[in-house]
């Protein structure tokens, strides 16, 4: 099978390896993962979260791209060329549906990075904890300024691939990532050596062991680890239509994985010592806040600090736009591989889609601030979609993807895939046995506990 000529296709390994990584990398990293160990107690989290990506995730990153580079098509079309006359598809048409649903409050997050470029670059953010609280909570209740940014990021996403995915991702992503690495790693050395820090540290390190088994920090550790890696909804399959032959799967997978991870982690290195080190601190209170309420004070602390925040947000920008990007393209790819359409109506159509789907959740705040949470989930409606397509819709589409390849396509027919050219994959077998029985296992189990949970 070749790939036509308008679907294009990656320039190197590295250039597959950057826009992988620079579908990961995002917000998921630096807003989401320290939001998510802030609610599920702190060092627990982190834990499970680390068995997560390795048992779980990194097989399914493996799984997904030998998918899409096997079948060479949209994530709809690649479980049918697979499995020709089988309801496969199905779940390509989940990931379709969890690429407009996720990026629809993924928008709207990118546009209050937006804003804090120069909430920050200009110091009208400052003050004592509840000054800094406050703005944000002024600010993400003014609706029409939450919509219009959402809106702005929306085109700019659409602008960025009307043209194909190819050109811009690599180069933006090449640049972007050694500086964003950098950058978090000079706010992590200043944010451990604040006083208090180290109540922050433990807390971040020291796990509670008495929530191990506790099902809601279990979903909510593998949704994040499933956000953050991109996976369960065909964004890597898409992405892995584009790659080569010649690129070995297993050790693109695992560099794509191993960047992800650091940064998450680092993102924690910053928030928990700056955020203990202000007094009355409470991590799991701020919930979508907690980066935005944090952070400012942290610049505080730096000479030049407002200069460290606006590059800081310009970066946090980038890095999500490149996350927009594949969710993006998802249901653009599906329309033009199965549908014929063309690039540029595939993707103005599917973005005017959801910047209406977005409205809600930009509006979720201020809204808030005149109803209250949302009476019967106890939420807000942008944590609500969070929750829906993160902890189910993303572990779901996983499970479905394990299944397909451990018992549909099976192990043998994907080690051809993943083994072609000599690939590098030394724990092939390992690999087989974790996407036949762990993964499925793992998954199904935490997702049936935590609906149980519910009632
Ligand atoms: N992984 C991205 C992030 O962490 C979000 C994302 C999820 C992108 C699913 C594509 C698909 O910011």
């Known amino acids: 099978m070749t790939a ?52 779980i995730c990194l097989p399914i990153m493996i799984a997904e791209i030998a998918i899409g580079r ?24 989940l990931g379709v549906m969890a690429g407009v649903g996720i990026l629809s409050f993924y928008a709207v997050i990118a546009g209050w990075t937006i804003a804090y470029i120069w909430f920050t670059g200009s110091g009208v953010v400052h003050g004592s ?43 933006v992503t090449k640049a972007l990532m050694p500086m964003l690495i950098l950058l978090l790693i000079v706010l992590a050395l200043r944010a451990v050596t604040l006083p208090g820090a180290a109540a922050g540290l433990d807390y971040y390190l020291r796990p509670d062991f008495s929530r191990l088994f506790d099902v809601s920090v279990l979903n909510a550790a593998l949704g994040q680890a499933f956000f953050s890696l991109s996976l369960g909804m065909g964004a890597m399959i898409t992405y892995g239509s584009y790659l080569p032959k010649r690129v070995g799967i297993a050790a693109a997978a695992m560099w794509v994985v191993f960047l992800d991870t650091s940064i998450a982690l680092l993102a924690g290195f910053i928030i928990f010592p700056s955020g203990f080190s202000i007094e009355g601190f409470d991590p799991g209170a701020s919930g979508p806040g907690l980066i935005f309420a ?73 809204a808030i601030a005149f109803f209250g949470q949302l009476p019967v989930v106890g939420m807000d409606f942008l944590s609500l979609m969070a929750t829906v397509w993160n902890n189910f ?37 390992v690999w087989g046995f974790l996407i036949r029985y762990v993964c499925p296992v793992a998954i199904f189990l935490i997702i049936v506990f935590t609906i149980q949970g519910l009632f």
């Open 393 to 429: 819709a993303l572990p779901v589409g996983g499970l479905f993807i394990a299944l397909f390849v451990g018992w549909v396509w099976r192990i043998d027919g994907a080690l051809a895939e993943l083994l072609a050219e000599q690939a590098w994959f030394p724990g092939a077998r």
């Open 294 to 366: 944090v952070l400012p004070r942290l610049f505080a602390t730096l000479p030049g600090g407002h200069l460290f925040g606006a590059a800081f947000f310009i970066m946090l920008f980038m890095a999500a736009l490149t996350s927009t990007v594949s969710l993006l393209e998802v249901p653009v790819a599906y329309l033009i591989d199965s549908h014929r359409w063309t690039r540029r109506r595939a993707v103005i159509t599917v973005a005017a889609v959801t910047f209406v789907l977005s409205i809600p959740s930009a509006l979720g705040n201020g």
């Open 129 to 171: 904890q509840e000054a800094i609280g406050a703005f944000f909570t002024d600010f993400t209740a003014n609706g029409p300024a939450t919509v219009l940014l959402t809106l702005l990021v929306l085109a700019m996403t659409a602008a960025a691939i009307i043209g194909g995915v190819r050109d811009g991702i690599e180069r």
């Open 70 to 93: 096997r079948a060479q098509k949209d994530p709809v079309s690649a479980f049918a060329v697979i499995k020709p006359g089988s309801p496969w598809w199905a779940v390509g048409a």
């Open 4 to 55: 036509t000529t308008d679907r294009g296709a990656w320039g190197s390994r590295l250039g597959f390896i950057l826009a992988a990584a620079g579908s990961a990398v995002g917000l998921g990293n630096i807003w989401g993962f320290p939001t998510q160990v802030g609610r599920g107690g702190g060092a627990v989290f982190v834990l499970v979260y680390l068995v997560c990506v390795a048992l």
